[in-house]
Structures are given as structure tokens and as C-alpha cells.
């Protein structure tokens, strides 16, 4: 599964396990990653998404007015990542 990312899907991956947790991540990077794994984003509500992969499911809101994906959020998705079995 991981063999289908391309270059920036792996740096991107790469940043999110990075430490401390990077805050310069674009969220959309971060659902393309999550595509390019074999999930699903969902889009909710205003700026709340849905990501599912592996049969786990995170839920997020989108950053705004910026793009970048906050520390918090980098770590959330750090630990959901780790929780369906992807890792570096």
C-alpha cells in the first residue's frame, strides 16, 4: 500500500512522524496522503472532513483562513496514522 505514494505523499508522511510535530504540513497535502494509501476523505458539515483508512476514521476540521494544518492536528493524525498500521 505504501508502494503507490509518489515523492511528496512520502515527504509528507516523513513530516507528520517528524519531531517535534511539523506545522508546516498544508492540510490538503495531508488528505492527498491519505488517498494515496488507499482511504477515503469525506467532506462535512462547513470545514469538517472525515478520513478513512484501514477502518479507522479520523475527524477533522479544515485550517482557516490559513492552509497549514495545526500542531495539534499533525499530532492527531500522527497517532490515528499509527493506530490503523502505517508507520515510516
Given at each position: 500500500?505504501?508502494?503507490?505514494?509518489?515523492?511528496k505523499?512520502?515527504?509528507?508522511l516523513?513530516?507528520?512522524?517528524a519531531?517535534?510535530?511539523?506545522s508546516?504540513?498544508?492540510?490538503?497535502?495531508?488528505?492527498?496522503?491519505?488517498?494515496?494509501?488507499?482511504?477515503?476523505?469525506?467532506?462535512?458539515?462547513?470545514?469538517?472532513?472525515?478520513?478513512?483508512?484501514?477502518?479507522?476514521?479520523?475527524?477533522?476540521?479544515?485550517p482557516?483562513?490559513?492552509?497549514?494544518?495545526?500542531?495539534?492536528?499533525?499530532?492527531?493524525?500522527?497517532?490515528?496514522?499509527?493506530?490503523?498500521?502505517?508507520?515510516?
Open positions: 500500500m505504501i508502494d503507490c505514494m509518489n515523492s505523499h512520502a515527504k509528507t516523513a513530516a507528520i512522524f519531531t517535534p510535530a511539523a508546516n504540513i498544508k492540510f490538503s497535502d495531508i488528505e492527498a496522503l491519505v488517498i494515496a494509501l488507499g482511504g477515503e476523505v469525506r467532506e462535512g458539515d462547513g470545514s469538517r472532513v472525515a478520513m478513512l483508512l484501514n477502518g479507522g476514521v479520523k475527524h477533522a476540521h479544515r482557516h483562513p490559513g492552509k497549514e494544518a495545526k500542531r495539534y492536528q499533525v499530532r492527531e493524525i500522527k497517532e490515528w496514522l499509527t493506530a490503523v498500521g502505517i508507520t515510516t
